[in-house]
């Protein structure tokens, strides 16, 4: 009986996607729950690919060589233990166990501990690209047992994008480095996102540009970024609905979703002490939106504010440069977050790295991370991207000419949560002085939490009065 070199679990799109990706270099055998979807997964998918259906769980583990490599690719959380379980009766010492789904860190570090007990070996793997990623090359993140990458590591190689530095994938350190990683790149996904839909809404109700004309602006400053998320940006624009003939865009709720990494990333930013505010506000701006019906009744109680009067050839320079810097920042504050998780949980992070398995197939791919690369070359213990030489005299110039966007949104009563976030990050990392002082003065006097003086050694505590 042939034996297949990895075996796959869960055919959603995705998982359907990457076992037909790895099909093109090496066997594989798949198995899913549903026994309907296999078989419909087979009869409209698989044409003469290496590639096995299998409908019982113990015919699948049996068909694979040993020691066995398993993909998970099914819906974080409790089922991802229940997978487990089921599979451990069939597995023996060594046998592999790949997480490929968004598993929330602190899971993925209590299922390596128990199955190191069970002597099973586990990574927890973040892969980013969505569907067509999946299947022509995503960004993949592994983390976990590093003798378990060295035994797959030619597997996901052949699987994920390539550039011409290599494939997008790396081992980026233990327990549960991979998975942290791709949280955070899902945070700063949900920053940059909510930067371009700010700047769209701009476009759209202070310029009142039509959505055509957006997707042509979107499309010629891509030009220059070389982003994934703009270069959708601009074809999501020029989207016609069939249904109606009208822009899509225009017909689709404003209500926008989450499935818990952007929390995630923001919840363990505030157990690490770090700031990441332009990721927290796009966070922070999709439960807003899901409140349509409050900001519905709100409307007809507040009186709508002017729409400011501006020069759309004024404007377009300077709203360019905005997703530039607003970009450029969220990529900062997550690496900053990078930077102290890898100190707190000892992942010896590689920043470089991380920066050039995102160059291709994931959904944060961008210009941006070449120069990103060159600076954590040059010093890889860089304090922060917005002092790097790639960036440092652009951000401050792009900081200062931001104001007339900010202003104009302002008077036009339009909302631009992460674009502020971004300029008051920066605004407030190159301070000498912020007003914590007062902050600090505030916490001794109600609560006799102490301070530190400017022209004195120690702490110190007053009695206000």
Same mark, same amino acid.
């Given at each position: 009986?042939?034996?297949?070199?990895?075996?796959?679990?869960?055919?959603?799109?995705?998982?359907?996607?990457?076992?037909?990706?790895?099909?093109?270099?090496?066997?594989?055998?798949?198995?899913?729950?549903?026994?309907?979807?296999?078989?419909?997964?087979?009869?409209?998918?698989?044409?003469?690919?290496?590639?096995?259906?299998?409908?019982?769980?113990?015919?699948?583990?049996?068909?694979?060589?040993?020691?066995?490599?398993?993909?998970?690719?099914?819906?974080?959380?409790?089922?991802?233990?229940?997978?487990?379980?089921?599979?451990?009766?069939?597995?023996?010492?060594?046998?592999?166990?790949?997480?490929?789904?968004?598993?929330?860190?602190?899971?993925?570090?209590?299922?390596?501990?128990?199955?190191?007990?069970?002597?099973?070996?586990?990574?927890?793997?973040?892969?980013?690209?969505?569907?067509?990623?999946?299947?022509?090359?995503?960004?993949?993140?592994?983390?976990?047992?590093?003798?378990?990458?060295?035994?797959?590591?030619?597997?996901?190689?052949?699987?994920?994008?390539?550039?011409?530095?290599?494939?997008?994938?790396?081992?980026?350190?233990?327990?549960?480095?991979?998975?942290?990683?791709?949280?955070?790149?899902?945070?700063?996904?949900?920053?940059?996102?909510?930067?371009?839909?700010?700047?769209?809404?701009?476009?759209?109700?202070?310029?009142?540009?039509?959505?055509?004309?957006?997707?042509?602006?979107?499309?010629?400053?891509?030009?220059?970024?070389?982003?994934?998320?703009?270069?959708?940006?601009?074809?999501?624009?020029?989207?016609?609905?069939?249904?109606?003939?009208?822009?899509?865009?225009?017909?689709?709720?404003?209500?926008?979703?989450?499935?818990?990494?952007?929390?995630?990333? &923001?919840? =363990? *930013?505030?157990?690490? #002490?770090?700031? /990441? %505010?332009? @990721?927290? +506000?796009?966070?922070?701006?999709?439960?807003?939106?899901?409140?349509?019906?409050?900001?519905?009744?709100?409307?007809?109680?507040?009186?709508?504010?002017?729409?400011?009067?501006?020069?759309?050839?004024?404007?377009?320079?300077?709203?360019?440069?905005?997703?530039?810097?607003?970009?450029?920042?969220?990529?900062?504050?997550?690496?900053?977050?990078?930077?102290?998780?890898?100190?707190?949980?000892?992942?010896?992070?590689?920043?470089?790295?991380?920066?050039?398995?995102?160059?291709?197939?994931?959904?944060?791919?961008?210009?941006?991370?070449?120069?990103?690369?060159?600076?954590?070359?040059?010093?890889?213990?860089?304090?922060?991207?917005?002092?790097?030489?790639?960036?440092?005299?652009?951000?401050?110039?792009?900081?200062?000419?931001?104001?007339?966007? &900010?202003? =104009? *949104?302002?008077?036009? #009563?339009?909302? /631009? %949560?992460? @674009?502020? +976030?971004?300029?008051?990050?920066?605004?407030?990392?190159?301070?000498?002085?912020?007003?914590?002082?007062?902050?600090?003065?505030?916490?001794?006097?109600?609560?006799?939490?102490?301070?530190?003086?400017?022209?004195?050694?120690?702490?110190?505590?007053?009695?206000?009065?």
């Amino acid at each position: 009986m042939k034996k297949y070199e990895i075996g796959l679990i869960g055919l959603s799109v995705m998982g359907q996607n990457l076992a037909l990706n790895i099909a093109r270099n090496h066997s594989i055998a798949v198995f899913n729950r549903t026994e309907t979807k296999t078989r419909n997964f087979i009869k409209n998918k698989v044409k003469n690919q290496e590639l096995k259906a299998t409908y019982k769980l113990e015919e699948f583990v049996s068909s694979l060589a040993k020691p066995r490599k398993i993909i998970l690719m099914i819906k974080a959380g409790k089922p991802v233990d229940l997978v487990i379980d089921s599979l451990l009766p069939y597995l023996e010492a060594d046998d592999i166990i790949i997480d490929g789904g968004n598993s929330y860190f602190k899971d993925t570090n209590r299922r390596l501990r128990n199955l190191k007990e069970k002597n099973i070996k586990y990574l927890g793997v973040g892969i980013s690209g969505g569907e067509a990623g999946a299947l022509h090359g995503p960004s993949i993140m592994p983390g976990g047992n590093e003798n378990a990458y060295a035994e797959v590591s030619d597997i996901l190689e052949d699987a994920a994008a390539t550039t011409n530095k290599g494939a997008c994938v790396s081992y980026l350190g233990p327990n549960s480095a991979g998975h942290y990683v791709k949280m955070v790149h899902n945070g700063i996904e949900y920053g940059i996102m909510e930067v371009l839909a700010e700047i769209y809404a701009y476009l759209d109700q202070v310029l009142q540009l039509k959505p055509d004309e957006i997707g042509d602006i979107f499309a010629d400053w891509n030009q220059d970024f070389d982003s994934y998320l703009v270069e959708i940006t601009a074809k999501i624009m020029h989207q016609d609905d069939p249904k109606t003939g009208r822009k899509l865009i225009d017909l689709i709720l404003d209500k926008a979703k989450q499935k818990g990494t952007g929390k995630w990333s &923001v919840q =363990s *930013a505030l157990n690490l #002490g770090t700031a /990441i %505010p332009t @990721i927290n +506000a796009g966070v922070n701006a999709r439960l807003v939106s899901a409140l349509k019906e409050e900001r519905i009744n709100n409307s007809s109680q507040f009186a709508s504010s002017t729409r400011a009067v501006v020069e759309k050839k004024k404007m377009l320079p300077i709203l360019k440069k905005t997703v530039f810097f607003s970009s450029v920042i969220a990529y900062a504050e997550g690496f900053k977050l990078l930077q102290a998780a890898s100190e707190e949980y000892n992942y010896d992070l590689n920043y470089k790295e991380i920066a050039r398995i995102w160059e291709a197939g994931c959904i944060i791919r961008s210009g941006l991370l070449e120069p990103i690369q060159n600076a954590f070359k040059e010093n890889r213990n860089l304090n922060s991207l917005i002092t790097a030489q790639q960036f440092k005299s652009q951000l401050n110039a792009a900081a200062e000419e931001i104001a007339p966007l &900010v202003e =104009s *949104a302002a008077k036009s #009563g339009l909302p /631009i %949560p992460a @674009i502020h +976030a971004a300029l008051d990050y920066f605004n407030s990392l190159k301070s000498k002085k912020l007003p914590a002082n007062l902050i600090q003065a505030q916490r001794d006097f109600f609560g006799a939490h102490t301070y530190q003086r400017t022209d004195d050694q120690g702490t110190f505590h007053t009695e206000w009065k």
